[in-house]
């Protein structure tokens, strides 16, 4: 088995030499006879000597051939790349251009338009040197255009247009303000937490204000305001930070309500101490809120009525912030006392220290840096 081997192996060897050999030179050797000797020496002519270079040039004339092949597949991947960014280009350019005039020119707010928004940060305001997202605009006005069609029946297209514009106008207004309250909580290093806004929710679902359920909740900020729940919480959370910066930068009420908790806490009757200082009308009848508290009882803040709930009879408060319980009205600071409490209703006394408003402090930093609109509404 091997020698047939080696014999196929030299058998191939020859017949490569062989094709290498020209045909002229394979003639001419035909013709010589090996036992005789030439009366005069063969030459032989135009044998190709093999060298370096030879070889050189061959593997190069061999590549040559195949990089024609090569180099226009190099060619065409090229230019499929080129062509496609181009047209991936081409594509952002025009989509940015037609929502910029969405936007900016007929002020668009449906649904598609408002996901841009959440991806792509178009501005719609500069306030002291930070960017309003457009996100935040369409925000606000989604929802005051959600509820005035679905529950008042308004036709914007048609003749209350008018109202849209006033929508659009005080949902600018207030996205800018919600801006510089911002700005004045990370000045003050003022913050408002998940679990602040959860406890929240909480205390104005137990005044069953909220629904009997979460999904009874959640159909509720759907029909009403075209929310989710976690939209919901966003705006909450906003509203908290405006009452935190009221008790914050309001520094007369806090040392009003700190000097009238240290007078009842030193021995001081409660009742005097409201009717002498208190902001509230209840204060000619010595703060006594005049009708017993259920834990349902909506024209109390939520905050107080979850207080009062925790206080046994005879028991003092510490101050507590209060949300207002009418619209466009200031947060408060409240001392409580109970003198009855039975589980399903309190009977309490109060004293009341009316916050000023943050707008107050809000319309102050724009009369001093007036903000940069990029719509002209």
């Known amino acids: 088995m091997v020698k047939k081997r080696l014999k196929k192996l030299r058998l191939r060897r020859v017949k490569k030499v062989r ?75 025009t989509f940015l251009i037609y929502c910029s005039l ?71 207004d207030t996205v800018i303000n919600d801006a510089l ?9 003022v913050s408002v937490s998940n679990r602040e806004v959860d406890d929240r929710i909480n205390e104005v679902r137990n005044q069953n204000r909220l629904g009997s359920n979460n999904k009874v909740f959640a159909d509720v900020l759907r029909d009403y305001w075209g929310w989710s729940v976690s939209d919901f919480k966003r705006s909450l959370k906003q509203e908290i930070l405006s009452e935190k910066i009221s008790a914050k930068l309001d520094k007369g009420a806090n040392a009003k309500a700190d000097a009238a908790l240290a007078q009842v806490r030193s021995g001081a009757d409660f009742g005097e101490v409201a009717k002498n ?55 408060t600071l409240q001392i409580l006392k109970v003198t009855q409490n039975d589980g399903k209703t309190v009977s309490a006394f109060h004293i009341v220290f009316n916050l000023t408003d943050s707008s107050v402090y809000v319309n102050n930093l724009r009369k001093t840096n007036p903000p940069k609109t990029y719509v002209n509404l």
């Open 181 to 189: 309250v911002k700005k004045l909580a990370r000045q003050n290093h």
């Open 19 to 93: 094709e290498l050999i020209p045909d002229s030179i394979s003639e001419k050797a035909m013709t010589l006879n090996p036992l005789q000797s030439p009366a005069e020496p063969q030459v032989v002519q135009n044998v190709p000597r093999i060298t370096n270079e030879t070889i050189t040039e061959h593997r190069e004339e061999v590549l040559k051939g195949a990089r024609k092949y090569i180099y226009p597949l190099q060619h065409s991947k090229h230019r499929i790349v080129m062509v496609t960014l181009s047209l991936t280009a081409a594509a952002i350019a």
């Open 277 to 331: 200082v208190s902001e509230d009308p209840s204060k000619s009848a010595g703060g006594d809120f005049g009708f017993a508290i259920t834990k349902t009882n909506p024209n109390v803040p939520p905050e107080v009525v979850d207080a009062l709930f925790k206080l046994k009879p005879g028991e003092v408060s510490d101050v507590i912030l209060a949300s207002p319980v009418i619209a466009g009205a200031p947060p």
């Open 102 to 172: 969405a936007l900016y020119r007929f002020y668009q707010y449906n649904t598609f338009l408002y996901r841009v928004t959440q991806v792509v940060p178009f501005p719609i305001a500069r306030v002291d040197g930070d960017f309003v997202a457009y996100e935040n605009y369409l925000f606000e006005l989604r929802h005051f255009v959600h509820y005035y069609q679905t529950q008042q029946q308004l036709n914007f297209n048609g003749p209350d247009r008018e109202q849209l514009i006033r929508f659009r106008k005080q949902a600018l």
